[in-house]
């Protein structure tokens, strides 16, 4: 699943992100935000933007798609436009984790939560904690995205507060990859605007007593006071759960690929992204579809192009999920109507 190839050579990659984990136990942890390419390879400070951004777009539309050789064709529309419609919306919660979920039975998977992680790598989100591609050992997934540093080996220390991912964390030469707030390190916090004014990478722009970024987890939540909320773009998926809005991370991580190419809000580089419904069709800027070859679970699998030394625009995404799970299938519209008039193949009402 942590498959990559990378050949930097031509300027344009590809990558096999691992999509969600899935842990089928019982609840238990799981693990602004981390950008699609960012590391030791392609670049530290890699701002990812998504399909159809080159740097001079004020208004970026980005096609949205299910295969028409996809099984679940009709189940899967109405989670896939709420996921259009939470990701047009923008709109930072916290409580989003619901456990357990009012709609799914017990070892059921929701379909809706994991495509709306999958489309954010689509628009060029990665993972805020270490997660599998990392190669750490489970327990150790949710620290925050780092590189290994010069000693080729991540540093684990949770700090005095016990709490893996949290601002006290020690880690060594290992270095940051995680974009945070500056004022207070808060995920579960956004600030205005979100830009390189308000929001850093390198740690030296922690607040004071602050030891590494914190990321969106759970139980970071809980000690900042967030109660059940978990970015979007945290990696591990549980059965029984829930988590169908974004949250201030995952907002404030998208915000800020926004602000352009200077990274400052305000300039002419601005730019907005609507996700665009064109239904079911073999061409598309994000395809969906199920296709166990790909994955055993889910993935996004982007390539991309750099658009200036510390830019990458993505060229291509596409979200595969596996059959073997017993998804859950919402039928309810965002907008609390149900969808009942069939699959609209080519509607392109933006919801
Ligand atoms: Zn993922």
Same mark, same amino acid.
């Given at each position: 699943m942590n498959a990559s190839r990378i050949d930097t050579g031509t300027a344009t990659f590809w990558i096999a992100l691992c999509g969600l984990t899935l842990w089928t136990a019982a609840p238990e942890p799981a693990a602004a935000g981390a950008f699609v390419f960012a590391g030791e390879t392609n670049g530290i400070d890699l701002i990812t933007h998504p399909t159809n951004? &080159?740097? $001079?777009?004020t208004d970026v539309t980005v096609s949205v798609c299910v295969d028409? !050789?996809? !099984? =679940?064709l009709v189940e899967m529309e109405t989670s896939v436009r709420n996921v259009i419609f939470t990701y047009n919306a923008m709109v930072a919660t916290q409580g989003n984790l619901i456990i357990p979920s009012p709609d799914l039975d017990g070892d059921a998977v929701d379909f809706e939560s994991t495509a709306l992680h999958e489309a954010g790598h689509c628009i060029g989100l990665a993972h805020p904690n270490a997660a599998t591609e990392s190669g750490l050992p489970g327990a150790l997934f949710?620290? &925050?995205?780092a590189t290994n540093g010069a000693d080729d080996a991540f540093n684990t220390d949770p700090g005095t507060d016990a709490v893996i991912g949290s601002g006290d964390d020690v880690r060594g030469d290992d270095v940051n990859l995680h974009w945070f707030? $500056?004022? =207070?390190?808060?995920?579960?916090t956004i600030d205005d605007p979100v830009d390189s004014t308000t929001y850093a990478r390198d740690t030296a722009m922690l607040p004071g007593g602050d030891t590494f970024a914190a990321n969106g987890d759970r139980d970071v939540a809980v000690l900042l006071g967030a109660g059940s909320t978990e970015a979007v773009m945290q990696q591990g998926a549980f059965s029984d759960e829930e988590q169908r809005e974004l949250t201030h991370d995952d907002v404030a991580s998208l915000l800020y690929a926004r602000s352009g190419l200077d990274s400052l809000a305000g300039t002419a580089d601005d730019y907005g992204v609507t996700l665009e419904w064109v239904g079911v $069709? /073999? /061409?598309?800027d994000v395809k969906l579809s199920f296709d166990n070859t790909q994955t055993g679970f889910a993935v996004c699998q982007t390539g991309g192009d750099f658009l200036s030394g510390d830019d990458v625009g993505i060229t291509s995404a596409n979200v595969f999920f596996n059959t073997g799970f017993n998804w859950f299938f919402n039928s309810e519209r965002n907008d609390g109507s149900i969808f009942e008039d069939g699959f609209e193949s080519g509607d392109t009402s933006n919801w």
């Open positions: 951004y &080159t740097g $001079t777009e028409p !050789a996809s !099984a =679940n949710n620290y &925050t995205k707030r $500056t004022s =207070n390190n808060d995920p579960f $069709t /073999a /061409a598309c």
